[in-house]
């Protein structure tokens, strides 16, 4: 039976921290109903090594099967596979987990009995049961009021509408998220628990008059919202910042005078999240949402309702993402893959037609390439709607110069991913809005040249990761770099670097908040953080 707490229990365990201290790598996969034997070796690797993601654009099976078996050898292990449909998934990945005799571990969940019997016969699977009458009312308190506690008046609705739930926690968890949102008085709560007289949820369609109950109960600006978690995949894990770059690229944010659509964006997430309707899935090192996904049945649900409302999702069969969804943003939104193959020697530079400026209503804009080196037409600059372009995988980015006579700059611009170095002091000076800036390549060269590489002019600026591609032995000179002064993410990735260059951050920027270091090499082995770090 699904929503009895299978995936919430393993997490549990997941992140216990004994567990996290007693494994050196962990890594979570959800396989739902539909999968690819390909993502799923890609999310591993992601999840084992995270350095690795650009290394893995391109391979073939084989390779990927090779690079996560390197991955785990020899290291102590746990693997969390979540939502398991057939013993086929198991089959496919069973081998490429190495036993070296570690206490390595893998564990997984399934709504099927025989898939768990079959991955291991001599140990029986831990069978979730329904909650009991005082379980389930410890819960409801706990979503809703945040305490064991519950006013004498309200005791008696409150349990009425828990026995109707009869002891599934996804449906209490769902119902709870209703009663948190609304006024603790016992006209309220009577008006709300009479709309369904039973709410008699082990059956799937009784359960899914309970979400009904819910999605009714949500403001009309955050409906189709949720209902656009039907877009994705089953099981799918969303990353905040494209949900919320969709959602605007739709149409569905509201706009409010001094705060931006990303922003709005986010507070309409955390809403859902709120109502217990969306659930983390990962949390960023400031402990803001990265990552989030909807449950199964609410999945379904949203499905159905979203082809009631005539949002009709279901021609299209979403197995890959983003490349199927491109056919529901249209020019608001463009994601586009570009696996070009290059012959030995070439410098692999390759242009993109001036024909995207076509396309003058897009605001997001993210390209996924093999090419090294992409160069992007000066016709971009006539897409003043722009608010996010990104390039990922292997490539970096320039933007050729507008024309001595034009102008024009990307006001609307707050996202700018993998741009050149050298191309940064002509970009920077039309894109006064970013928020968050990467720069990819050739930093440590540029810092020489230029003499010092200048963004303290980015009065906006609040997240910003310089990656040097680790550039022979040499050792990047922080020194040279005008920070903007309201940074408060600093990711400094594949670089040399000296403590003495480390210390000056502290004392230049006041509002850092978060400080990432990765795949740095340094000479000394111990770093001394009290003094510029308090």
């Given at each position: 039976?699904?929503?009895?707490?299978?995936?919430?229990?393993?997490?549990?365990?997941?992140?216990?921290?004994?567990?996290?201290?007693?494994?050196?790598?962990?890594?979570?996969?959800?396989?739902?109903?539909?999968?690819?034997?390909?993502?799923?070796?890609?999310?591993?690797?992601?999840?084992?090594?995270?350095?690795?993601?650009?290394?893995?654009?391109?391979?073939?099976?084989?390779?990927?099967?090779?690079?996560?078996?390197?991955?785990?050898?020899?290291?102590?292990?746990?693997?969390?596979?979540?939502?398991?449909?057939?013993?086929?998934?198991?089959?496919?990945?069973?081998?490429?987990?190495?036993?070296?005799?570690?206490?390595?571990?893998?564990?997984?969940?399934?709504?099927?009995?025989?898939?768990?019997?079959?991955?291991?016969?001599?140990?029986?699977?831990?069978?979730?049961?329904?909650?009991?009458?005082?379980?389930?009312?410890?819960?409801?308190?706990?979503?809703?009021?945040?305490?064991?506690?519950?006013?004498?008046?309200?005791?008696?609705?409150?349990?009425?509408?828990?026995?109707?739930?009869?002891?599934?926690?996804?449906?209490?968890?769902?119902?709870?998220?209703?009663?948190?949102?609304?006024?603790?008085?016992?006209?309220?709560?009577?008006?709300?628990?009479?709309?369904?007289?039973?709410?008699?949820?082990?059956?799937?369609?009784?359960?899914?008059?309970?979400?009904?109950?819910?999605?009714?109960?949500?403001?009309?600006?955050?409906?189709?919202?949720?209902?656009?978690?039907?877009?994705?995949?089953?099981?799918?894990?969303?990353?905040v910042r494209k949900l919320t770059q969709l959602w605007i690229a739709e149409g569905f944010i509201r706009k409010i005078e001094g705060r931006s659509l990303e922003d709005?964006?986010?507070?309409?997430?955390?809403?859902?999240?709120?109502?217990?309707?969306?659930?983390?899935?990962?949390?960023?090192?400031?402990?803001?949402?990265?990552?989030?996904?909807?449950?199964?049945?609410?999945?379904?649900?949203?499905?159905?309702?979203?082809?009631?409302?005539?949002?009709?999702?279901?021609?299209?069969?979403?197995?890959?993402?983003?490349?199927?969804?491109?056919?529901?943003?249209?020019?608001?939104?463009?994601?586009?893959?570009?696996?070009?193959?290059?012959?030995?020697?070439?410098?692999?530079?390759?242009?993109?037609?001036?024909?995207?400026?076509?396309?003058?209503?897009?605001?997001?804009?993210?390209?996924?390439?093999?090419?090294?080196?992409?160069?992007?037409?000066?016709?971009?600059?006539?897409?003043?709607?722009?608010?996010?372009?990104?390039?990922?995988?292997?490539?970096?980015?320039?933007?050729?110069?507008?024309?001595?006579?034009?102008?024009?700059?990307?006001?609307?611009?707050?996202?700018?991913?993998?741009?050149?170095?050298?191309?940064?002091?002509?970009?920077?000076?039309?894109?006064?809005?970013?928020?968050?800036?990467?720069?990819?390549?050739?930093?440590?060269?540029?810092?020489?040249?230029?003499?010092?590489?200048?963004?303290?002019?980015?009065?906006?600026?609040?997240?910003?990761?310089?990656?040097?591609?680790?550039?022979?032995?040499?050792?990047?000179?922080?020194?040279?770099?005008?920070?903007?002064?309201?940074?408060?993410?600093?990711?400094?990735?594949?670089?040399?670097?000296?403590?003495?260059?480390?210390?000056?951050?502290?004392?230049?920027?006041?509002?850092?908040?978060?400080?990432?270091?990765?795949?740095?090499?340094?000479?000394?082995?111990?770093?001394?953080?009290?003094?510029?770090?308090?």
């Open positions: 039976m699904p929503g009895l707490g299978k995936t919430t229990l393993a997490r549990k365990v997941y992140n216990d921290p004994l567990i996290v201290y007693h494994f050196y790598i962990r890594a979570w996969i959800t396989i739902s109903q539909k999968y690819q034997k390909q993502n799923l070796l890609v999310d591993l690797i992601h999840s084992v090594s995270p350095h690795t993601n650009s290394i893995v654009v391109g391979m073939k099976d084989w390779e990927l099967c090779d690079e996560l078996w390197k991955s785990l050898k020899g290291k102590r292990y746990l693997i969390a596979m979540d939502d398991i449909w057939d013993t086929r998934a198991w089959v496919d990945l069973k081998s490429l987990f190495p036993n070296d005799n570690n206490v390595s571990r893998i564990m997984f969940t399934s709504r099927f009995t025989n898939v768990a019997l079959h991955a291991n016969p001599s140990s029986p699977p831990l069978d979730l049961r329904f909650l009991t009458e005082d379980e389930s009312w410890d819960l409801f308190k706990k979503k809703v009021f945040r305490t064991d506690w519950c006013p004498p008046e309200l005791m008696s609705i409150g349990k009425k509408v828990v026995i109707k739930c009869q002891g599934l926690p996804l449906a209490i968890v769902v119902v709870s998220g209703i009663f948190a949102n609304i006024e603790k008085s016992q006209d309220q709560w009577k008006q709300v628990g009479e709309i369904r007289d039973s709410c008699a949820v082990r059956d799937l369609k009784l359960c899914m008059e309970t979400f009904a109950l819910s999605y009714n109960h949500l403001p009309h600006y955050l409906k189709p919202c949720f209902l656009y978690f039907a877009a994705f995949p089953q099981g799918f894990v969303i990353y709005v964006a986010e507070e309409y997430l955390m809403d859902l999240i709120g109502r217990n309707l969306i659930l983390v899935s990962k949390r960023r090192s400031d402990g803001g949402i990265k990552a989030c996904s909807i449950h199964d049945l609410l999945h379904n649900f949203c499905r159905k309702r979203a082809e009631e409302e005539v949002l009709d999702m279901s021609f299209i069969d979403f197995t890959v993402y983003p490349s199927e969804i491109e056919q529901l943003v249209l020019l608001r939104y463009s994601a586009l893959d570009f696996m070009w193959t290059h012959l030995a020697g070439d410098v692999s530079v390759r242009c993109f037609p001036s024909s995207i400026s076509n396309l003058w209503n897009l605001e997001t804009f993210v390209l996924h390439t093999s090419v090294e080196y992409l160069k992007l037409p000066r016709s971009l600059w006539k897409m003043v709607n722009l608010r996010h372009l990104s390039v990922s995988g292997r490539g970096i980015f320039v933007i050729e110069r507008p024309y001595p006579n034009d102008h024009t700059s990307l006001d609307n611009l707050q996202t700018l991913s993998c741009v050149d170095p050298w191309s940064c002091k002509d970009i920077l000076a039309r894109t006064l809005n970013l928020k968050k800036l990467d720069i990819h390549g050739a930093i440590i060269q540029c810092l020489e040249r230029l003499m010092f590489l200048d963004i303290s002019f980015l009065n906006h600026l609040q997240k910003l990761t310089l990656c040097s591609k680790l550039e022979g032995f040499k050792f990047i000179n922080l020194r040279r770099i005008k920070f903007s002064p309201n940074l408060k993410q600093l990711t400094l990735k594949e670089a040399f670097i000296e403590w003495d260059e480390i210390s000056i951050l502290g004392k230049v920027l006041s509002n850092l908040e978060v400080l990432k270091l990765s795949s740095i090499n340094w000479w000394e082995s111990d770093w001394e953080t009290n003094e510029v770090f308090p």
